[in-house]
């Protein structure tokens, strides 16, 4: 039962799991960001559409995650660990590797999981489909596509920030009450707290943005 549950919370992540982010991502996404402009007299705010410009940068970035779900239910919290690939013209590789190993895709397409028949289309129609839908515009740095459902707080600056989301949408407000997305050069950290008590943390990890995609991480895209 409780391999079921990790394995269920793994599969929604995979953005509730919960980015040079937001996935590092979340990341998310995710979920990099921006100069603070220095001229002389006069100083820029770090806003949300250099925020944008900076996470969309790099094209292919890579790394590892913690992922802790804290259920009410559970005096500690459940703890997964994997690897992950945003690739700016492809989506997410989700790789979990611990306590069970399950590899999950997410693209425009649409989200998939690794069988033993290859790459398997998971339903489109549902809360998860939605969140993991958001998780990977964090990771984008689509911050026009997160407005429609969130509204947006930014404080910080390009090496120090947080961005709060807090729902729009009558679908999200029904999981969560909000999202805080922590970040530098990178997406470091995301934390979903949720309407029934529960809540996740994810930190990511060791993220890089020089290396390209590996010949086997381009046959995953494009299976």
Avoid: C
Wanted: proline share 5%.
């Amino acid at each position: 039962m409780l391999a079921k549950i990790v394995n269920d919370n793994a599969g929604r992540l995979t953005l509730r799991g919960a980015l040079r982010f937001f996935a590092s991502k979340p990341a998310p996404t995710g979920i990099a960001l921006i100069l603070l402009l220095g001229i002389p007299g006069l100083a820029h705010a770090f806003d949300l559409q250099q925020l944008s410009d900076q996470l969309a940068k790099p094209s292919v970035i890579h790394g590892s995650f913690i992922q802790e779900k804290h259920l009410r239910a559970l005096p500690q919290p459940l703890v997964s660990k994997g690897t992950f690939v945003l690739a700016k013209d492809h989506g997410l590789l989700w790789l979990l590797k611990t306590p069970l190993q399950q590899d999950y895709r997410i693209s425009a397409q649409g989200i998939a999981r690794r069988d033993a028949n290859g790459w398997q289309p998971l339903p489109n129609k549902s809360a998860g489909a939605e969140q993991n839908r958001l998780f990977l515009a964090v990771l984008q740095g689509d911050s026009s596509g997160l407005q429609r459902d969130f509204e947006l707080q930014l404080q910080g600056e390009a090496q120090q920030w947080k961005l709060t989301l807090t729902p729009r949408s009558l679908l999200l407000k029904q999981v969560f009450t909000q999202i805080n997305i922590d970040g530098g050069e990178l997406v470091q950290k995301i934390e979903l707290l949720e309407t029934q008590g529960d809540s996740t943390v994810l930190r990511m990890q060791d993220s890089t943005a020089g290396q390209p995609l590996s010949d086997v991480e381009q046959h995953d895209f494009a299976q």
